[in-house]
């Protein structure tokens, strides 16, 4: 007589067990090792902004501003919002974008200044131009629908909330002018930009919170639920999304400065809607554990969410001299005459 082959029902649950083991084993891994992918092409994506950083400089003996532009407060114009990223188009392989901003453009019935118009405008197609050299591919699924090209990529205005000034504790201002000369603590101690979180989500981080008006750190910290990473404190609701514009020029979109540690939330402090106010606009990434800087040398390093900030009952307006925020404030200033250690 033959015997037939086959698998008895214990030996097939067996199997399944065993697939069920090795998928569950190596899936983490495959999760990580793409996570470590994204974050090597984010930390690529820094360092070419800073070697165009130094580019610019090389050319003009100075960095780019924040934000500025043509100050003429007009639906046509840009409203003086233009962010950093302009000057750096042809810097990281976006000349012809560039010529086509500085130019007058017309598009269907409307021709556009030279210039450009506000960069809120969403009929403007230049200004929803997807730059690969801005995008981290960290940072998916934006909460804002909008048209406009984003950016995950934000520029160091110091370790005040004030910033509304040609003349920041950081690198970068309002039409500011400053160059390798103005960075006495040293272009390896000295911030240029960081990764800001995109929000995912109407109340997540990488959005602004609107609470009462302030300028302690702390109070900040306090619209925000650290473990969720979600606001649970804030009245005011959210209305700016970090990354919205990369042609916007305004702390909520273009900015951040170092007082709150990364993956902190970020604050208006006047209690209003508009995007180019002061407050606490905090770096941050979708990495674990922190978020990636490029220094003024062009290095660029992980800094850690737990990093040594000071003294967080601090106000944030007003500061002079040495950093009350720790290493994470003195990397922000550029003449603030600490000595940073270890980060």
Request: aromatic residues 8%.
């Amino acid at each position: 007589m033959r015997r037939k082959s086959g698998f008895t029902l214990i030996e097939l649950l067996v199997v399944i067990a065993i697939i069920a083991t090795l998928v569950a084993i190596l899936l983490p891994a495959v999760q990580q090792a793409r996570e470590a992918a994204r974050r090597s092409t984010c930390k690529n994506n820094l360092k070419q902004l800073g070697i165009a950083l130094h580019n610019y400089h090389d050319v003009y003996n100075t960095f780019p501003f924040r934000i500025g532009g043509t100050n003429n407060e007009t639906q046509d114009t840009n409203w003086g919002r233009l962010s950093g990223n302009i000057g750096l188009l042809p810097y990281i392989e976006q000349a012809a974008l560039y010529d086509q901003i500085m130019g007058s453009l017309t598009i269907g019935a409307t021709t556009f200044a030279a210039n450009g118009p506000a960069p809120w405008r969403s009929d403007y197609t230049p200004w929803q131009a997807k730059i690969p050299s801005l995008l981290c591919p960290s940072q998916p699924n934006h909460v804002s629908t909008s048209v406009h090209g984003r950016t995950s990529y934000a520029f160091n205005t110091g370790d005040s909330m004030s910033v509304l000034t040609s003349n920041p504790r950081g690198v970068f201002g309002v039409r500011s002018k400053i160059g390798m000369r103005d960075i006495l603590d040293g272009t390896s101690n000295t911030i240029m930009m960081a990764e800001r979180t995109q929000p995912m989500s109407n109340n997540d981080i990488g959005g602004v919170a609107f609470p009462s008006p302030m300028t302690i750190p702390n109070d900040c910290l306090a619209t925000y639920n650290k473990a969720t990473k979600q606001y649970t404190n804030n009245p005011g609701g959210v209305r700016i999304f970090a990354g919205e514009k990369w042609a916007d020029g305004g702390m909520g979109a273009a900015g951040f400065n170092t007082i709150l540690p990364p993956n902190s939330p970020s604050c208006i402090g006047a209690g209003t809607s508009h995007e180019e106010r002061e407050g606490f606009y905090s770096a941050g990434s979708k990495h674990t554990g922190g978020a990636q800087v490029v220094l003024a040398d062009g290095g660029v390093r992980f800094i850690s969410e737990n990093i040594s900030t000071g003294n967080q009952a601090t106000a944030a307006n007003n500061l002079s001299g040495q950093s009350p925020y720790g290493v994470w404030g003195a990397l922000g200033t550029r003449n603030g005459g600490e000595v940073v250690g270890e980060f």
